[in-house]
């Protein structure tokens, strides 16, 4: 019910995928959303290796858009990925996969739990602190290197110990090359302090 809530709220935003029906029967529930023809961003990093900067500003200002719809409406994602980024025939992003997602989180009413994809956690998570809409803006610092470089600002091997210190302890790896405004981006929302 609360995935179908929070559905429900983001079909005012154009940057969040749109719910159409739900039906439920004893076993299952069964959600009709929206079709999504241009698939997933990860898609396009694996077949391109990395967008150019207009594509990733463009994209990312979209997210930026979706997330403050969520936010405004007291909803944390969790789970900001680029599988979780699908385009439609467009080209315009949708926001998708609701199913982590959590309502009722305030700037007074944190929320705590280890969810979301490891590589995208913020610190905050990874020490099992309380934390709020915060993890959903470095998620997007991450997401936006991704796109922008091909790889993560961190560690994204298969050591979780190696993957873990890289995430609380060290400095996002921020190529020089990249455009001046996006690597600014990526360092302000890959900042470790969360207030």
Known sequence: MRKRQILL??????FLC???????????????T????GGSVEALIQMYGCL?????????????????????????????????????A?????????????????????ISGVTGTFHFMTPEVLHKRGYGTAVDWWSLGIVVS??????SPFYSGFDSKMAYRAITKGEPEIPSWLDADVQDLIKKLLCKNPQ
């Open 9 to 14: 709220a983001a079909r005012d935003c154009p």
């Open 146 to 151: 991704k796109k922008a470089t091909g790889r």
């Open 90 to 110: 467009e080209g315009h992003i949708r926001i998708i996969e609701l199913g982590l997602a959590q309502d009722g989180v305030t700037f007074s009413n944190n």
């Open 34 to 37: 929206e079709y999504l023809s």
């Open 52 to 88: 150019n900067s207009d594509n990733v500003k463009f994209c990312t200002a979209e997210m930026v858009c979706g997330l403050q719809f969520l936010h405004g409406h007291n909803i944390v994602h969790r789970d900001i990925k680029p599988d979780n980024i699908m385009l439609d």
């Open 18 to 32: 749109h719910l159409y029906a739900a039906h439920q029967c004893r076993k299952r529930v069964y959600f009709i």
